[in-house]
């Protein structure tokens, strides 16, 4: 069902979003599934941290492209849109693989 939905919301994405929207909508898909296949244990061309930092940056470029597109007045720092899963994940203390109680979860 998720992938379904997925899908179905790719597809809107390709069908009103200007060329740049759809280029960073690639760009975030393809370093999505590089995170998504080190976090299931198969090999990647990304460390773990690269491939995060690789994933929130690339939302972050789909976000700008995609006000832009829409006519949205932003400002053109990135800070509040960040994703802040990924300066948990990349920051916290070298070999910790598991959450811990009271850890963010967003």
């Given at each position: 069902?998720?992938e379904?939905?997925?899908?179905?919301?790719?597809?809107a994405?390709?069908?009103?979003?200007?060329?740049?929207?759809?280029?960073?909508?690639?760009?975030?898909?393809?370093?999505?599934?590089?995170?998504?296949?080190l976090?299931?244990?198969?090999?990647?061309?990304?460390?773990?941290?690269?491939a995060?930092?690789?994933?929130g940056?690339?939302?972050?470029?789909?976000?700008?492209?995609?006000?832009?597109?829409?006519?949205?007045?932003?400002?053109?720092?990135?800070?509040?849109?960040?994703?802040?899963?990924?300066?948990?994940?990349?920051?916290?203390?070298?070999?910790?693989?598991?959450?811990?109680?009271?850890?963010?979860?967003?």
């Amino acid at each position: 069902m998720a992938e379904e939905e997925r899908t179905t919301r790719w597809e809107a994405v390709l069908m009103l979003g200007d060329d740049a929207v759809v280029a960073a909508a690639r760009q975030w898909h393809d370093v999505a599934f590089r995170l998504m296949r080190l976090a299931l244990g198969q090999t990647s061309d990304l460390t773990w941290n690269e491939a995060v930092r690789a994933t929130g940056q690339a939302r972050g470029r789909f976000y700008t492209a995609a006000r832009r597109d829409l006519g949205v007045k932003f400002d053109e720092s990135s800070a509040p849109y960040e994703w802040q899963m990924s300066k948990w994940l990349t920051e916290r203390p070298e070999g910790r693989n598991t959450a811990v109680a009271g850890d963010p979860v967003a």
